[in-house]
């Protein structure tokens, strides 16, 4: 990458922001196309967040990608939400207009349904009910993809109801309804189920696996695990074992920076194999 007067800037913003794998994505489409662009990593401290991102057109960036702590923050300091970012509830992408106004949008939705489209292409919103484990952040997105792709059905597990339940006083609308149950439910949560979907961070390295029965689910449903290190989780070993189509975590994170790209840099890109071979190579846990 050679850097010059004229290249386009971007960047991805978090407290700590050096475990981020964003600025390989990026700068694996940034080679692949030829663009005259970079994508750098940005510390910012959340009490600094504000001055930071009305800094960015005023130093030239055409916008940034947003990690924790400040998804939901940023979300009140932009110009513009979309729609979907403030249903979800968080913004994780801002692109600069030509005015200097700042857009927020949300590609986590995008991410992952683009990554199911690709990774489990017989999956239909008819297929029944879709079981999601989790009610953090990231649940909240995947709802969001499905309740718009026409899924009818969501059953919500999670530990801590009353998030659950925030989550579905937001989300649920006349065409989706969501329910509300506990891990003891799982099996009979699984009946007839269309997808199931692990949102918690649960099986990710450094936390406890995600041991469940699968024996209840349809072996037709596919099995999606939005944890991507490991890429292989005990939950879709399990799901293997049982015939389930399987949809690992990597794919989302893929897709989800493609709108962002697209916003920045002017050129749509794709997640090919050999961007995610070299993204896996990037992957290894540490410990
Ligand atoms: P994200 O924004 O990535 O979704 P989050 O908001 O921290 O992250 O949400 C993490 C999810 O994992 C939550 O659903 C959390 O359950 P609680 O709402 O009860 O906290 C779930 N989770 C994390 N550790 C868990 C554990 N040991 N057992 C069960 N659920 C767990």
């Keep these: 990458m050679k850097i010059t007067g004229t290249t386009r800037l971007a960047g991805i913003i978090g407290w700590p922001v050096s475990h981020s794998r964003s600025p390989l994505l990026h700068g694996f489409w940034l080679d692949e196309t030829g663009i005259d662009g970079a994508y750098v990593p940005l510390p910012v401290k959340p009490e600094h ?61 995008f991410g992952f349904r683009e990554n199911l489209r690709e990774a489990a292409p017989q999956w239909k ?53 969501i329910t509300i149950h506990s891990w003891e439910e799982v099996s009979a949560v699984q009946r007839q189920a269309g997808l199931l979907v692990n949102t918690t961070s649960l099986g990710m390295v450094g936390e406890p696996p995600l041991i469940l029965d699968l024996s209840s689910l349809p072996s037709s449903a596919p099995v999606v695990d939005i944890v991507y290190i490991p890429l292989e989780t005990e939950l879709l070993a399990a799901a293997r074992r049982h015939g389930h189509p399987v949809v690992d975590g990597l794919g989302m994170l893929l897709h989800q920076g493609r709108p962002g790209f697209e916003g920045w840099f002017g050129e749509s890109v794709q997640v090919t194999e050999r961007l995610r071979t070299a993204m896996l190579a990037t992957l290894a846990p540490v410990r």
Excluded at 87 to 100: C, Q, S, Y
Excluded at 168 to 174: C, M, V, Y
């Design 49 to 109: 967040i504000e001055r930071a991102l009305r800094a960015l057109p005023v130093l030239g960036f055409r916008g940034c990608n947003l990690t924790v702590p400040h998804k939901q923050t940023a979300l009140a300091v932009v110009d513009r939400v979309d729609p979907l970012a403030r249903r979800i509830g968080a913004i994780n992408t801002i692109v600069v207009t030509p005015d200097g106004s700042l857009g927020g949008t949300n590609t986590d939705a």
């Design 125 to 177: 919103p008819s297929s029944g009910p879709a079981v999601i484990l989790g009610a953090g952040g990231a649940a909240r997105a995947v709802i969001v993809a499905l309740s718009d792709a026409g899924t009818a059905e969501i059953r919500m597990i999670n530990r801590t109801r009353k998030r659950a339940e925030a989550v579905a006083g937001d989300l649920a609308t006349p065409q989706t309804r």
